[in-house]
Nanobody
Framework: VQLQASGGGLVQAGGSLRLSCAASGSIANSATMGWFRQAPGKQRELVAT???????NYADSVKGRFTISRDNAKTTVYLQMNSLQSEDTAVYYCNGLYFGKLWWGQGTQVTVSS
């Protein structure tokens, strides 16, 4: 599975961005997909995941503000980020997990200015 993340950028606090993660490979739609982020000087942390059946899971810090979704026809996973805060500034990575095998895409920078 190959993953290509896009959609990052610079946004003012309170604004919105939508990240996309395009997946290729025959098992892409069977994988649990996720978004993680890593801020400068911090460890990479979970943001949200979504199972192949569409069940989402969110970190407490983004609940109610971020929405993860997937379009299996396009083998793409999205992260809609609303009410962005300066603490959301990080490099965002998508990943895919299938039977214990993990793939990572390249990161996309999200910068929230206050």
């Amino acid at each position: 599975v190959q993953l290509q993340a896009s959609g990052g950028g610079l946004v003012q606090a309170g604004g919105s961005l939508r990240l996309s993660c395009a997946a290729s490979g025959s098992i892409a739609n069977s994988a649990t997909m996720g978004w993680f982020r890593q801020a400068p000087g911090k460890q990479r942390e979970l943001v949200a995941t979504i199972t192949s059946a569409g069940t989402p899971n969110y970190a407490d810090s983004v609940k109610g503000r971020f929405t993860i979704s997937r379009d299996n026809a396009k083998t793409t996973v999205y992260l809609q980020m609303n009410s962005l805060q300066s603490e959301d500034t990080a490099v965002y990575y998508c990943n895919g997990l299938y039977f214990g095998k993990l793939w990572w895409g390249q990161g996309t920078q999200v910068t929230v200015s206050s």
